[in-house]
């Protein structure tokens, strides 16, 4: 007879416990238990608890190999019927055998219904590392089952790849939103439908009245923070956004939970909701200003001159957004959006004009002032070009019955000398030069010159909506999650590192695929491409893209903008990209001692393979590998995949609202075609040009709700799901995250000196997947 020691920890989300009864195999090298239940008097497995059991096997199976752990519904009386399937949550077990040290079988999934789990050991292990054919069947077995699980299919012609299931109702609850997430996602929908309802401005089709009525989509809540206009604004930023960022989520270990805690990166204070509101300004200790409650649906504040904890809502108190709202029209300001606005990865150093760019001296005079001209700014490195070309011939969309209009401009930005400001020098509003594509100017008349300038922002709305946005960050993350979940075991070191970047992927990319592009729905209804015009930009991009575009390093290097000033996407970028890629590093360094132990990892390769095949087509010419051959190269490659699914997201993601809020700043589509000559422009004509009111309210709803994550977060950095249980991957992890806390410090210092602070970088703003 063997007696074994178990302890079982249910997960803490609403939902997580389980009234069925539970039982175990315990497989070891010398055979296998029976099942052996785990039953106590009463109930067990309730939500968060842990609980330990003694199970007696009639002989011992040796060192232990799997736990598999079964799940059955409790025998009822006949007339009472069946139960319906229940779900458990299952964080972990832990097993003291007869002869030996404790085990550890981390496994933090849901188990649905009547059925199985079969977990091992949470020791990492790459294929080649895994002798025993018990180990090696196991973790074919496993793999053939997700591959089983999760399919690919082709959404549309020339796209990546993605999964085949047709509505979030069909996914498992291992990817679905957590209640949490999806209650709040759906409140905050309602609210934003019924609140445009009730102004009107939902339902109705023609065009805008005046600039000011687009003003009842803002309206700003003044708070005692924001309501002077004179220079407070950096009080508002401080007391709404940077007091903040100084805590860290703690949640519970459960995939599906919502954040209950709060940690303090600088002294690891951990407070809860209530507490760290009583407790008001002395929660935040090392943070200027005053303090902020971060749980789900509470936005008590304090200190930072506050005489009480007023509800603030994020939405009409958004600083970003009233600050487009009131420097829209400046050129420094549109200007300024191509380093660090919601697109910020088109500029690039201009050396010599396209021969399609007929710019001139006399043309750029007025701005570049004298003892200078083109030629010397070329040389010099000061003038930097923003094309749309992509856009040219794209098909566009019909909106209430009216066709719509695109522009694939050309946009030539002066760097003034002495760090000055980006300017912007010429707009070209297409690729063929000639007498119905005048070159507009900063000189040019007022509405001349500014519907110019919207023009180009439209054109930045459809190459940052399709490309930017749902291309690069959206469909090819998916790719990384099906081809992780398809190809990587649970026990691989991979799987383990990657796991946090893609949570609720699947979720938020199957319910676009109900809800926004597809007929009929908010890209095909309200904006100027339409879904034939975002497919055949997709399709063109996609024909195009390389891997060096993926990867910040290179990409900045490409586009020459190593050392332009002011530049914080790639500021803050770098710095995330360098600490991901030294936290990658270590991993990799520990899992894998050379490069043949990169290259003979079979599952690593067919996870590469998958990427290369059904992410990005086979195309050879994307420069993407298809199998890795060293370490240097898969710590690359990772890194990408991490940074493109966590920084890269929040960066073109999280500003959407807040630049889109103020819709003559990026029109989601144009209404009249481009103007073919100077002199014709007016406040009246420039109105008419904008999209109709429905059209602007439709999008603004879906980018308001794609712009912040509602509830049950996880930034970068944050691990409450302990895959890794050896203690040189955990040392890896604790210097990561005081890397990352840092960098944000260095951030929020950086910032407290911007009139427009750069915030989607600052890592605990950083979702580490995307979920939204």
């Not at 749309?388 to 209430?400: A, E, K, Y």
């Not at 803050?572 to 890629?581: F, N, P, R, S």
């Not at 990005?616 to 690359?636: D, H, N, W």
């Not at 995250?737 to 410090?745: C, G, K």
């Amino acid at each position: 007879m063997a007696k074994y020691r178990v302890r079982v920890s249910t997960g803490e989300a609403f939902g997580a416990g389980t009234w069925d009864k539970m039982s175990i195999t315990i497989v070891g090298t010398q055979g296998e238990t029976p099942r052996l239940p785990l039953d106590h008097l009463g109930k067990e497995f309730t939500v968060g608890a842990e609980e330990d059991f003694e199970v007696k096997s009639p002989q011992d199976v040796g060192p232990v190999l799997l736990l598999r752990v079964h799940k059955a519904p409790p025998a009822l009386p006949l007339l009472l019927g069946p139960l319906a399937p229940d779900a458990w949550f299952c964080r972990s077990f832990q097993l003291t055998p007869p002869r030996g040290s404790l085990l550890r079988f981390p496994a933090y999934q849901w188990l649905e219904g009547a059925g199985s789990l079969v977990l091992r050991e949470g020791a990492a292990k790459v294929s080649w590392a895994d002798h025993h054919p018990k180990l090696q069947q196991q973790r074919r077995e496993e793999l053939q089952a997700r591959q089983e699980m999760y399919r690919w299919k082709t959404y549309q012609p020339g796209w990546p790849h993605c999964l085949d299931m047709e509505t979030v109702k069909d996914l498992d609850l291992n990817t679905k939103y957590s209640v949490v997430k999806s209650t709040n996602l759906y409140l905050r929908a309602q609210s934003a439908f019924a609140e445009l309802k009730i102004k009107g401005l939902l339902e109705r089709k023609g065009s805008w009245r005046s600039l000011s009525e687009m003003e009842m989509v803002l309206n700003f809540q003044k708070t005692p923070a924001t309501g002077d206009k004179s220079g407070s604004r950096r009080t508002s930023y401080e007391a709404l956004v940077v007091v903040s960022r100084g805590w860290w989520p703690q949640q519970s270990s459960d995939s599906r939970d919502g954040v209950d805690r709060w940690t303090c990166p600088q002294d690891g204070e951990s407070v809860g909701c209530d507490e760290k509101r009583k407790r008001g300004p002395q929660a935040l200790p090392q943070q200027p200003g005053g303090w902020r409650c971060h749980f789900p649906g509470c936005q008590a504040m304090g200190g930072a001159g506050l005489k009480e904890e007023p509800t603030f809502s994020l939405r009409y108190a958004a600083f970003e957004a009233e600050y487009v709202f009131e420097h829209w029209q400046e050129d420094a300001f549109f200007a300024s959006q191509f380093l660090n606005g919601l697109n910020p990865v088109l500029i690039h150093r201009c050396r010599r004009l396209p021969e399609n760019f007929p710019v001139t001296d006399a043309m750029v005079a007025p701005v570049l002032g004298p003892g200078t001209s083109l030629q010397a700014e070329l040389e010099r490195g000061s003038l930097f070009l923003v094309d749309h070309g992509i856009l040219s011939g794209v098909r566009t969309n019909v909106i209430n019955g009216r066709p719509q209009f695109s522009a694939a401009p050309m946009t030539l930005l002066y760097q003034c000398p002495g760090h000055g400001l980006l300017l912007p020098l010429a707009i070209q509003l297409s690729q063929t030069p000639g007498p119905n594509s005048p070159i507009f100017l900063p000189s040019d008349d007022k509405w001349d010159w500014l519907l110019a300038k919207t023009w180009v922002r439209n054109a930045d709305f459809s190459v940052h909506e399709a490309l930017t946005h749902l291309l690069h960050t959206h469909l090819l993350s998916e790719v990384f999650v099906l081809a992780t979940l398809r190809q990587l075991p649970h026990c691989h070191p991979l799987f383990k590192l990657l796991v946090p970047h893609t949570r609720y992927t699947l979720h938020i990319n199957t319910l676009a695929r109900e809800l926004l592009i597809t007929p009929k729905r908010v890209v095909d209804r309200s904006t100027g491409l339409g879904l034939r015009g975002f497919s055949e930009l997709i399709q063109r991009s996609m024909e195009q893209l390389n891997y060096s575009v993926l990867c910040l390093p290179e990409d900045i290097r490409a586009r020459g903008v190593e050392d332009i000033p002011g530049y914080y996407y790639r500021d803050d970028g770098m710095q995330i990209w360098g600490a991901v890629e030294h936290f990658v590093s270590e991993i990799i360094g520990i899992y894998y001692p050379s490069d043949v132990s990169v290259r003979d990892d079979s599952e690593l390769q067919a996870w590469v393979w998958e990427i290369f095949s059904k992410g990005f087509l086979g195309r050879e010419s994307s420069g993407l590998p298809s199998s890795l051959e060293t370490r240097e190269a898969l710590v690359q490659y990772v890194t990408m995949v991490i940074f493109n699914c966590s920084a890269k997201h929040s960066a073109v993601g999280s500003g959407q609202f807040d630049y889109c809020a103020w819709m003559p700043n990026l029109p989601p589509s144009m209404q009249l075609p481009p103007p073919t000559s100077k002199g014709q422009a007016s406040l009246e004509g420039f109105i008419a040009t904008l999209p109709p009111v429905n059209a602007s309210c439709d999008v603004i709803i879906a980018l308001w709700l794609l712009s912040k994550e509602p509830g049950d977060q996880r930034p970068l950095g944050t691990y409450p799901e302990e895959h890794f249980t050896e203690e040189a991957s955990r040392q890896s992890i604790a210097a990561f995250q005081s890397r990352l806390a840092q960098i944000s410090q260095d951030i929020r210092v950086r910032n407290q000196g911007l009139v427009l602070p750069y915030t989607y970088l600052d890592p605990p703003l950083i979702e580490s997947s995307i979920s939204i």
